[in-house]
């Protein structure tokens, strides 16, 4: 196990539940996870696996069934709505396949949102939001709506308005999915550059195998468990069982 001060997040005994009919539909039960400090981390699996349940449960955005999630010493699991919503907005960015930008405002009337909610004023706002876009080489698209940028730019604007906030974690989920193989590879870059600039720690949902190659953990949401794989760094590696890390954590 990591020290108790390289650990950024850590999930413990979580179970994840839903209610289907008169009868309790289980996506994963007593999944312990710890993530350090500047890790960027992938997280894999076949679709239905539960990886976007677990990250909106890291994220803060869904209540485990069971279990408890800690960022640093605090479990955010205890945190009420309101807290909790503060929680998200101060300390974690969120990047989503679909992009969810809302059309009728400009690229930066979008970034600047969170920090709108926040309580700064719409000039301070507007000046950091410019800044981010400059970030993600979108300066010159800052006044343009949603529906005029291509998919790709759209992607920049969601990873501009994940970072305006100064997060100090980064979730993706399926960040390239909507998008093709050379565009994908630059959203990739920009993703690794402001993860190391920025020094976050980050997790990313996805299918794209020379996407998770890249990170520096890569574990497997399968049947419910979470499974460690070989290390980018030395591949011979073969999948190992957490046992052999002396921990049930991965």
Known sequence: MLAPDEIAIRAVELTKAFRSGSADLVVFRDLNLEVARGERLALVGES????STLLHLLGGLDRPTEGAIYFGLNDICKLSANELSEFRNRQLGFVWQIHSLLAEFTAVENVMMPLLIRGQSREA??????????????????????????????????????????????????????????????????????????QLTSIHVTHNLNFAR????????????????ASVADPSRERCSSSERGSNYV
Request: aromatic share 2%; hydrophobic share 40%.
């Open 125 to 198: 706002a507007e000046a950091v939001s410019l800044a981010r876009l400059d970030e993600v080489g979108l300066r010159n698209r800052a006044t343009h709506r949603a529906g005029e940028l291509s998919g790709g730019e759209q992607q920049r604007v969601v990873l501009a308005r994940a970072l305006v906030g100064n997060p100090s974690v980064l979730l993706a989920d399926e960040p390239t999915g909507n998008l093709d193989f050379r565009t994908g590879e630059m959203i990739m870059g920009l993703l690794e550059d402001l993860h190391r600039s920025r």
């Open 48 to 51: 239905g696996a539960g990886k």
């Open 214 to 229: 890249r990170a520096d953990r890569v574990v497997a949401l399968e049947q419910g468990r979470l499974m460690p794989l």
